[in-house]
Structures are given as structure tokens and as C-alpha cells.
């Protein structure tokens, strides 16, 4: 070995045993001596050592992937309390109130979390989480977009603009972001749930399945993770044993998502599939008593109705229906306009003559003071 | 301690070290070699694509306009009718201009446009071939933005063809009426051809031309709007009153929801009149339900398919109808936009669909094309109908929009594998089938008589596709010619066929098929191994039957309808 290959050789050794190092550091051996931990012993060691928010943090997270939600609930605000300052109490809380399907509640943490430090990454992640949780595509992306500007390292961030960007369609660009939040977060439930959402909306179902599938395993308890895999499920069941399979996955949804309308409605539709239309009335129904205005379980539950043979049942909620999802989509279109022509004050007032008509009150108020705005900035 | 703490080291490293090829952007040699195999298209298929050897010079095409307004987006359409009554099936295109080919029976044809008399010109769309005079010989009404053209066939060499619209009643609605697909079929049986027209949408200079879309990055790009943007026409049903006059009966069509693209007819519940099914650009699905007497019952979301599986509008471009799975009911078929799956409507009875897209495995793989044509026909003659989607996004910049998508995509080519699924043939159908276009009308017609169905297809950024079957089975078939008292084509004859080795087909006689385009009325059956009908029931639109034993196969057959 020459003596410059052998000085090369010591160099690189050196780089990584420091590396090493730094990798085994305490506070790196601390979290692991911590996680290996069985949850009652984390539970133990938190009540023994209350400032130790790292065992507080974890053992929040232990109980999440358990199904304990109230218990982890508890814990961040615990830890919130302990600590007023720190933000992972409250984005860990939204994140749980989110799993819970508890929308209204983690959206007001986002907002306060995100509030108190802007300039925190999984402060703008969650945000993001939550905001595409309530359909607001437009604020989600730039709460991801934050997130990732001030962390490039954050794989929550780019989790979430892949999923925003399937939605846009952009599968080259969302399956990029998938892959760096997989690299960033390796072999979790993230990286595979994010992979699987971007499958599904690329039409790709066999995937979608196969990375669902994995999530779901890595997080048994974790509510969305099964709904989104049960949707798939049910979508490609076409033989006895898939059936069966997207029925377990929609019982453990449920029992994950007591309140969810769309574990009925998705029930609905698998029994429909089977020609199983009486009770998939019954599912449509349960469906819709959570969700008064879901049109796609009005529709289904109309079909059904009419392959039952109560045609003039069904003829009655088609006509339902059909009003419902003449509105609905009047005011999606105005949606989609006036987000393309922001500055068209007849738009704005058009929709908010609809919402008004349609008592959609939220979107009145956003349209008027959009209007007024818009009027007040104009010469 | 020390060694536990390299082994970890190590370990950590391994990785690393094992990846070092992949990070370095290395490749193997068997990958390499497998990406080779993947991108090599296969030389030879189902298909070829035969237009250019065949003669068809035809081209459309903006000449580099870019970006494209709504009504540069939709056109393009064509045909194969039998204008000359030799037998053999000759080809209309319509583009900015209306090009005719007769067929020289070698394979080729003579572009006899100049003697046609088809004269019109503009922003043209399709057209719909029928006998509306029951003179024996096809009539064509071509379609556009601003144009309705009805042109009778007048037996001659020159001009071919002479336009009839203001004596027949048919003429444009003013100068922006949008007529798009239309068909011929007789709606009350009185023997004499009626007309439907679907039309789109308003749109005028006054109307918003180009909308902004933005790009991954926000930076706005203008395109084509959606046609939520406007007003929308509705679909025309004229009357022939049979002495070359037409009558507009559209207000004996409740709901029509407008914004129409497609249209086929088919008597979905066999009671021996014939219905309609209209495809809406986003709006709900009509089918009328024809009660007799010019009274029609919009039947769409009552039977299902006005609707996809969540009951949410689609984009409803080309229609056909056919019996995919052998119940003897005729199924329904609709393309649609990116992001929506096929919707494949399976006739339950009873009035009933149920939307069949998933179990039949067209949904997913679908959803990342956009459709415009569609046929379901068989084209191996296994005795169950194949698909052809004819695929092309409607924005000539949406790469620069949505870099995941294209302008020109490959058509899709679905074989069914006779237990209610379709599998992706795409390899299977030849070279044409990886060229990715921006796919628009089809048209079907066994244009050789070789008893395997070609197809003439859009480009609506080239030249036609003729798509010459070079199907290899050995599979038999059944081609069959149904002419009416007065010897024209028996529009919405509904035959069926009964084989030795068991089963029932059915099929009609319908030329109003895909998207924007005319079809070869005869009626044609793969038997699949069996050469063997035992019979041929014909039920014609009059309401007779006339049955046929044994008929020979791998043949055209005529069957005429007698008089008495």
C-alpha cells in the first residue's frame, strides 16, 4: 500500500469513527435505552423522572400506536403544561386529535401551535396535516412548503407534499417527495403510508395495497392509516377472501374510527358488490345519519334501493340526490373559478349568493369578506 | 465493549457500502438489459397501422397553435360507409375539411374528395352516416362548431353527395351552435331513419377563451377551459317525416342535461324499441328510455348510469354499447377524463346497472388516460368483445401544467378474458399501440371483408390511424347484413345467435358508435373454436322476426326483411 492510499485509509477510518461517535452519543443512547423499554416501564420511568420530556414524548407516541389516544392526549397536555414554552406538546396533540378524527379540536392546536413558533417544522407540518384533512389543498401545500424550507430534513414535510402533489396529479414530483420522506423516515409507518396514498391516486392498487398493508402493520392502531387501507381493499375485492379482508380491515377502521361516515359508506359499497343490497341499504343509511350530506352515499343508497325492488323509495332519495348534488357541484365549480380568478368580484358574490341560498354559512362569511376586500382595494 | 461497538459500526456501514454502486449511479449489466427489453416495442401485434400504404393523406392539426381554445380541443372524426354500394367500405375523415376515399378492394384507396361535393369547411367535428331517403344508398350529416350539413347521397360520380340541410330542416342553430356526435336510428319504426344530435356548449368570441392554470412552481399558464365555463347546448332529436323533411321533437326529451359529446342507441331492455344513451362533458349521463309514441323517459340516474360508483358527474366523451359477458343483455360502455375510471355500466335488468369498472379491472389502470373513443367489439373473434380507448389529454401544453401527463398518449387495448374481465392487451396490439397520440374519434368496419374488424382512428395532431387486423387466431366468425323492406341498412336490427356449443350473442345493427364517427353497419360475431350456428334470429326494427338455420360461417351473410 502506498503511503498515500494508507494516510486515505487512516482519513476515512477516522471520519467514521467520529461519525460513530457522535451517532452513540448519550443523548442518542439515552433515547435508545429508552425505546427498548416495555410500555409500562417508559410509563414508569416518566412518572419517576416528570422533566424528562424525551421519555414523556415517547411513551406519548407508545400509547398513540396502542390505541390509547385519551391516555397520550393527557400526557402532551401534561407535558404542555410542564413546559408552556415547547412546541412538541401541541403539535404531538393535534396529531392525536387528527388521529381521533377529532378535525375542529386539531385544527385550533395547529393554528396555536403554529402561531407560537412559525418557524418550526413539524408546527407547519401538522398544520399541513390538518389542513388537507379538512380539504383545504391550497393552505396545506404552503403549510408543507414551510415545514420543508425551514427542515429539508423533516420527513413529515415532505410526506405531506407528496400527498399534495398526487392530488394534483403530479405523480413524478409526488413520488419524489414520497421517497425523500422514506429516506428521512425509513421503514415506518409514514414512509409507507405516503408511498401507499401516492400509489392509490396513481392508479397503481397492487402498491397501494402492498405499502398500506406494511403501514398498517407498523401501526395497528392508528385509525387513518386503515381507513385508507380498507378503501383500497374494498376498491379491488372481487372474490370471497377479498371481500372477507376489506371487511376486517373496515371493522378494525371502525373500532379505530367509531365516527367515521366512511367506514359505513364504504361498507355500503363492498356489499353492494355482492349483490348484498338490503344490507348495504342498512350501511348507507348508518352512513348518512353521521353524514347528512355525503351525495355519494344518497346515490348509492338510491341504487340500492332500486335493486331491492323499492323502486319508489328509491325513486324519492334519487330525487333527494339529485337536488343535493346540483348544489354540491354548483358551488365546487364556483370554488374551482374563483380560485383560478381571484380578482372577479361577480364570482365571489355569485358564491356567496349560493352559499347563502345553500346555508353553507362558513363559505358565506369567507366569500363575503373576500368581496369586501376585493372592493375596498379597487380604485 | 470495543468489539460490540465496531460490530455496530460495521453494520451501520454495510449499507452503505452495499449501496455504493446504486448512489454512484451504476448499473448492472442485467438491468441494463432489462431496461433495454422493456423499452423495445414489439414488431408485430393485432394491429398495424396501415393509413399511409393504404392512401389515407388526410392530416389534422393547428399548425403550432398553442395554447388551444375549448373548441380547437374536442373535434376529429371520421368514418367507414359504403357510399358506392360495391361492397366494400370506404372512409370519410373530418377535419377543417371533409375527405373522402373510395375503396379500391387491393388495400388502398382513391381520394375522391374533390368529386364528392362535400364541400363544407371550418371548425368541423364528426359525422353520422345513414340512408335517410331509403334510396339504398348512405347519406352523411357532418357536424361542427357553427355547421350542421346534412348531404344526400345523389348516386352519382360528381358530385357524390349534395347538401340537403335547409330542405330537410336540419340547419344550424345560429353561428355558434355546437353540434357534436350524431346519429341516425329510427325511434318510432315507421322505417325511415330520425336524427340525433348531441351539442356542447356556448361558446362565442364573448365567452372566456383561454383559462389559467398553473404549473407546479404557480406560474400561471393559459389553456383551454373546462366547459363549466360555459353554457350548456343540449342534445336535438329531429323526426323524419319521410318525404325529406325533418321534424325537431327534442321537447319529448325530459332532463336533458346538455354539454354532449356522445351518443350510441341500443334497446338496453329489449322490448323492441329503440333507446338513447347521451354522454355529458360534467354532467349526468341521459338515457332515454323509449316508451313508443315519441314519449321518452330519462331514465340516467334511475338506472344507474347517469353517474360513476360515487355518484359524481364524469367527463362522458365516446359511447358503445355491447354484450361484454354473454347474458344476452347489452351492455354500456363510457370514456371519460383523467383521473376517472372507465365507466363500464353492466346491464343487471330490470332497468338496472351496476357500474362494473373495478371488477371488470379497467378502473385503475384507465384513470391515468383520458379517453375520448371508445369500441367494444370483438377483435379476435373468441366470442367476447374487446375495448379500444382512443386516449389524448385536451390541453396541447399540460406537460407544462402537470409534468406527470402528456398531450399524446398511447391508446388502450383491453382483451376479455371471458369471465367478466378485461386484461391490458396493449402488447398484444402491435406497435400502434405504444404511439402515443392525441386520439380522438374511431370508427369500426371490416373495411378487407376478411371477417377480422379494423378500425380508423383520430389523431387530432397527424394523420388517420388505420388500423388493419392481422389477428393470427384461427377462431371462426359471422358476419351478417341486415337490409330492411326498402333495402337500406336495417338500423337497430337486433340479432341473435344461437351456437352448437351453447350460448346466446346478441348484437345490433348500429353505425352511431365511439366518438364522433360512423361505424360499418353490419353485424359481426367471433365463435370463437365453434364454427357451428344453429340458428340466427333477426328482430327487425318493425317488430317482425326472421330466422335463419344453420347459417354458414366465416362468411358475410345477407338476411333481408321480407315484404308481405
Redesign the interface.
Known amino acids: 500500500m502506498t503511503p498515500r492510499k494508507r494516510l486515505l485509509l487512516i482519513s476515512a477510518l477516522g471520519a467514521?469513527?467520529l461519525v460513530?461517535g457522535w451517532?452513540?452519543s448519550a443523548p442518542a443512547r439515552e433515547t435508545h435505552r429508552l425505546s427498548r423499554m416495555s410500555t409500562e416501564s417508559l410509563s414508569a420511568w416518566t412518572r419517576d423522572h416528570p422533566a424528562d420530556a424525551r421519555a414523556r414524548r415517547l411513551l406519548g407516541e407508545r400509547l398513540l400506536q396502542e390505541g390509547r389516544t385519551e391516555e397520550a392526549l393527557a400526557l402532551f397536555r401534561e407535558a404542555a403544561e410542564t413546559d408552556p414554552g415547547a412546541a412538541w406538546p401541541l403539535v404531538a396533540q393535534s396529531r392525536a386529535l387528527l388521529q381521533a378524527g377529532r378535525l375542529g379540536e386539531a385544527l385550533t392546536l395547529a393554528q396555536e401551535v403554529q402561531r407560537r413558533a412559525p418557524e418550526d417544522a413539524e408546527a407547519n407540518a401538522v398544520l399541513g396535516e390538518v389542513y388537507h384533512s379538512a380539504g383545504n389543498r391550497e393552505a396545506a401545500e404552503e403549510a408543507f412548503r414551510t415545514a420543508a424550507r425551514h427542515d429539508a430534513k423533516n420527513a413529515a414535510a415532505h410526506a405531506g407534499l407528496a400527498v399534495i402533489?398526487a392530488d394534483?396529479?403530479?405523480?413524478?414530483?409526488?413520488r419524489a417527495s414520497a421517497q425523500r420522506a422514506a429516506e428521512l423516515a425509513p421503514d415506518t409507518a409514514l414512509a409507507y403510508r405516503t408511498l401507499g396514498y401516492v400509489e392509490d391516486k396513481?392508479?397503481?392498487?397492487t402498491e397501494a395495497i402492498r405499502y398500506l398493508s406494511l403501514a398498517a402493520e407498523r401501526e395497528p392502531h392508528r385509525g387513518p392509516t386503515w381507513a385508507a387501507f380498507s378503501q383500497v381493499l374494498v376498491?379491488?375485492a372481487?372474490t370471497p377472501a377479498e371481500y372477507k379482508a376489506a371487511s376486517d380491515a373496515l371493522d378494525r377502521t371502525e373500532a379505530l374510527l367509531p365516527n367515521m361516515a366512511g367506514v359505513a359508506y364504504f361498507r355500503g359499497?363492498l356489499l353492494?358488490?355482492q349483490h348484498k343490497h338490503e344490507e348495504a341499504i342498512a350501511q348507507f343509511r348508518r352512513a348518512l345519519e353521521r353524514n347528512p350530506k355525503a351525495?355519494?352515499a344518497?346515490?348509492?343508497l338510491?341504487?340500492s334501493l332500486?335493486?331491492a325492488g323499492k323502486k319508489a323509495e328509491?325513486?324519492a332519495v334519487?330525487a333527494h340526490?339529485?337536488r343535493a348534488?346540483q348544489n354540491e357541484?354548483k358551488m365546487t365549480?364556483l370554488r374551482?373559478?374563483v380560485a383560478?380568478?381571484p380578482k372577479r368580484a361577480d364570482l365571489w358574490r355569485r358564491l356567496q349568493a349560493v352559499a347563502e341560498a345553500q346555508q353553507d354559512e362558513a363559505t358565506a362569511r369567507m366569500a363575503r369578506e373576500r368581496l369586501q376586500a376585493l372592493l375596498a382595494s379597487s380604485p | 465493549m470495543h468489539i460490540t461497538f465496531f460490530c455496530r459500526f460495521w453494520l451501520a456501514m454495510t449499507p452503505l457500502l452495499l449501496l455504493a454502486p446504486a448512489l454512484c449511479g451504476c448499473r448492472s449489466g442485467e438491468e441494463a438489459k432489462a431496461s433495454r427489453a422493456v423499452s423495445k416495442t414489439p414488431a408485430s401485434g393485432i394491429f398495424r397501422d396501415v393509413a399511409d400504404e393504404a392512401g389515407l393523406r388526410f392530416r389534422w392539426g393547428h399548425n403550432g397553435k398553442s395554447p388551444l381554445d375549448i373548441r380547437d380541443t374536442t373535434g376529429g372524426g371520421g368514418g367507414f360507409l359504403d357510399f358506392d354500394r360495391d361492397g366494400l367500405l370506404d372512409v370519410l375523415l373530418v377535419g377543417d375539411t371533409v375527405a373522402l376515399y373510395r375503396n379500391r378492394g387491393n388495400g388502398t384507396f382513391t381520394d375522391v374528395s374533390a368529386q364528392s361535393g362535400l364541400s363544407v369547411r371550418g371548425h368541423l367535428m364528426g359525422c353520422a352516416v345513414g340512408d335517410f331517403d331509403n334510396d339504398g344508398f348512405s347519406d352523411v350529416f357532418i357536424t361542427g362548431h357553427g355547421v350542421t350539413k346534412l348531404y344526400r347521397n345523389t348516386r352519382k360520380k360528381r358530385p357524390i353527395f349534395q347538401d340537403v340541410t335547409d330542405a330537410a330542416g336540419v340547419g344550424r342553430r345560429g353561428p355558434y351552435d355546437w353540434p357534436t356526435s350524431a346519429g341516425f336510428v329510427d325511434l318510432d319504426a315507421d322505417g325511415f331513419l330520425d336524427l340525433a344530435v348531441c351539442r356542447y356548449v356556448l361558446f362565442t368570441p364573448q365567452t372566456p377563451q383561454f383559462c389559467e392554470m398553473t404549473n407546479p412552481a404557480g406560474k400561471p399558464i393559459p389553456a383551454a377551459c373546462p366547459p363549466y365555463y360555459y353554457e350548456p347546448q343540449k342534445l336535438l332529436v329531429y323526426r323524419n317525416q319521410g318525404n325529406g323533411r325533418y321534424e325537431d321533437m327534442s321537447d319529448r326529451f325530459p332532463e336533458r342535461h346538455g354539454n354532449s359529446l356522445g351518443i350510441a342507441f341500443a334497446d338496453f331492455d329489449d322490448d323492441g324499441k329503440m333507446d338513447i344513451y347521451v354522454a355529458n362533458d360534467g354532467e349526468p349521463g341521459d338515457l332515454y328510455h323509449n316508451r313508443g309514441g315519441w314519449k321518452f323517459q330519462n331514465l340516467g340516474t334511475a338506472s344507474a348510469t347517469a353517474y360513476n360508483q360515487d355518484g359524481r358527474e364524469q367527463a362522458g366523451m365516446g359511447v358503445d354499447w355491447s354484450d361484454y359477458d354473454g347474458d344476452g343483455r347489452l351492455d354500456l360502455i363510457v370514456a371519460t377524463y383523467l383521473q376517472e375510471p372507465r365507466s363500464l355500466y353492466r346491464n343487471e335488468g330490470d332497468g338496472l346497472f351496476s357500474y362494473a369498472s373495478f371488477n371488470a379491472l379497467i378502473g385503475e389502470v384507465t384513470k391515468t388516460s383520458l379517453a375520448f373513443g371508445v369500441v367494444l367489439t370483438d377483435f379476435d373473434n373468441d366470442a367476447h368483445p374487446d375495448l379500444i380507448f382512443t386516449n389524448g389529454h385536451v390541453q396541447s401544453n399540460i406537460a407544462a401544467i402537470n409534468p406527470s401527463t402528456s398531450y399524446r398518449q398511447p391508446m388502450h387495448l383491453f382483451r376479455n378474458q371471458g369471465d367478466g374481465t378485461f386484461a391490458n392487451a396493449a402488447n398484444e396490439g402491435g406497435a400502434v399501440f405504444q404511439r402515443p397520440i392525441v386520439g380522438r374519434g374511431i370508427a369500426l368496419g371490416d373495411y378487407d371483408n376478411d371477417g377480422r374488424m379494423d378500425a380508423l382512428v383520430v389523431d387530432l395532431e397527424g394523420a388517420p390511424l388505420l388500423l388493419h387486423n392481422e389477428d393470427k387466431s384461427s377462431h371462426h366468425w359471422l358476419g351478417v347484413r341486415v337490409l330492411n323492406k326498402a333495402g337500406r341498412d336495417a338500423v337497430g336490427a337486433r340479432i341473435t345467435l344461437e351456437r352448437e356449443s351453447g350460448g346466446k350473442r346478441v348484437a345490433e345493427a348500429q353505425t352511431c358508435r365511439g366518438y364522433l364517427s360512423a361505424s360499418d353497419p353490419r353485424i359481426h360475431f367471433g365463435l370463437g373454436k365453434s364454427d357451428r350456428v344453429t340458428r340466427l334470429m333477426v328482430r327487425w326494427p318493425s317488430g317482425k322476426i326472421t330466422a335463419v338455420k344453420n347459417p354458414p360461417t366465416d362468411r358475410y351473410l345477407t338476411v333481408k326483411e321480407e315484404a308481405r
Open positions: 467514521a469513527v460513530a451517532f452513540y402533489l394534483k396529479q403530479d405523480f413524478t414530483e409526488a396513481a392508479a397503481n392498487l376498491r379491488a372481487r359499497l353492494a358488490k351525495t355519494h344518497l346515490y348509492n338510491a341504487t332500486a335493486f328509491s325513486a334519487s340526490f339529485q348534488r357541484l365549480q374551482m373559478r383560478r380568478e
